[in-house]
Nanobody
Framework: QVQLVESGGGLVQAGGALRLSCAAT????????LGWFRQAPGKEREFVAA????????YYANSVKGRFTISRDNAKNTVYLQMNSLKPEDTAVYYC?????????????????WGQGTQVTVSS
């Protein structure tokens, strides 16, 4: 069992940056691959980024590639999402998720644990 708590969301102007954090408690953090997903009003939850257990492999949705960076600090039990060059279409609730596997995946159903989410709003 692992508990995830996101932080760092907020309101930012287009072109700005935010860094989301997700702190984990419970079973050893390094046992899990991690992902970030987002959900905008009226839309399905979508994949944003994922990172392997070791942090050596990362994956991104095409819509955020080159603007967002996922990273993890296993010593601090925390995963991060650095978001640069934000656009209004990035507005959503952002969730971190953990799965008992070596690598992250793009499918929400393959994750075992979820945080409560943090709101990101990008104004034009």
């Amino acid at each position: 069992q692992v508990q995830l708590v996101e932080s760092g969301g907020g309101l930012v102007q287009a072109g700005g940056a935010l860094r989301l954090s997700c702190a984990a408690t419970g079973r050893p953090f390094s046992s899990y691959a991690l992902g970030w997903f987002r959900q905008a009003p009226g839309k399905e939850r979508e994949f944003v980024a994922a990172i392997s257990r070791s942090g050596g492999m990362t994956y991104y949705a095409n819509s955020v590639k080159g603007r967002f960076t996922i990273s993890r600090d296993n010593a601090k039990n925390t995963v991060y999402l650095q978001m640069n060059s934000l656009k209004p279409e990035d507005t959503a609730v952002y969730y971190c998720a953990a799965r008992s596997g070596v690598v992250g995946t793009t499918t929400p159903e393959e994750y075992d644990y979820w945080g409560q989410g943090t709101q990101v709003t990008v104004s034009s």
